[in-house]
């Protein structure tokens, strides 16, 4: 059986893959709402959805360093992948392995895109069409909810030491805009690190600080409200921004409660 990834490589399946080993989190919470828990054998540390997985399922470690011997003895016939979040060297490592599905996620299309590759590599094409179809009924009632509302610039930071923020040409980017809100780094690539000086930076409305990569708390959130204390700043939820695949399914009930 013969399928590509999302970066056009060929993959050669003997058949319907059982034993499945994720590499990232997003695709692992997939796989679960896709009704595959049951072929899962391997995941990361930080495949925190659901929690239970981490003690049902092999932990091979994390998204850029892997025990490589113990995922060969968990005998995998599909290894699942991403271009951003696991290196070139792993790839490189696991090539010899097992057949590997690579992901490469700019919009919302390479998710509805990733979500039929799994369906019909893993034989769950009824749920895989399912799911789309929910969450673009989401994303539609949600575009209705915010149709009025006036634009408003975010500033996104995702580091600290040195800072960093999302700009263009990532997920978080289309995730704003999906939210009804512009990024001020738009002008930007990918997550430049800034000073608090920036031009841009003094341009937003809102800061958020996002609960992921570095996890952001109270305390700096007053940090930056003593720095700009006429910018509201907040605390938001990650996954909701970054996370592709299934967590659509919450982000738009999510992106309601933000009352910015």
């Avoid at 799911?131 to 006036?150: S, V």
């Avoid at 580091?159 to 780094?185: H, Y």
């Avoid at 700009?228 to 605390?235: D, E």
Wanted: hydrophobic fraction near 40%; charged fraction near 30%; glycine fraction near 4%.
């Amino acid at each position: 059986m013969n399928y590509t990834d999302q970066l056009k490589r060929d993959i050669k399946l003997n058949g319907t893959p059982k034993r499945i080993i994720s590499l990232v989190p997003s695709q692992t919470e997939l796989l679960v709402d896709l009704g595959l828990e049951a072929s899962i054998v391997g995941v990361t540390k930080f495949c925190i959805h659901p929690k239970h997985l981490r003690i049902s399922k092999a932990v091979v470690g994390g998204t850029k360093q892997i025990n490589l011997k113990k995922i060969k003895d968990l005998n995998p016939d599909l290894i699942l992948c991403n271009k951003e979040e696991n290196t070139k060297e792993i790839i490189e490592e696991l090539e010899g392995v097992a057949p590997i599905h690579i992901s490469d996620i700019f919009n919302l299309e390479d998710c509805f895109e990733l979500i039929r590759m799994y369906g019909e590599i893993c034989g769950v094409e009824t749920k895989a069409s399912e799911l789309t179809t929910t969450i673009q009924a989401e994303r539609e009632e949600f575009q209705l909810h915010q149709k009025n509302n006036e634009e408003i610039k975010v500033a996104y930071f995702i580091w600290k030491k040195p800072w960093m923020v999302a700009a263009s040409d990532n997920f978080i980017n289309i995730m704003l805009s999906e939210a009804g809100f512009t990024n001020a780094f738009k002008n930007q690539k990918r997550y430049p690190e800034i000073e608090l000086d920036n031009s841009n930076l003094a341009e937003a409305d809102i800061i958020f600080l996002s609960s992921e990569p570095f996890p952001f708390k109270e305390e700096h959130v007053l940090e930056f409200i003593q720095k700009f204390p006429t910018k509201k700043v907040k605390i938001v939820d990650g996954e909701m921004f970054s996370w592709y695949g299934s967590r659509l399914l919450k982000a738009y009930e999510y992106f309601k409660t933000l009352n910015v």
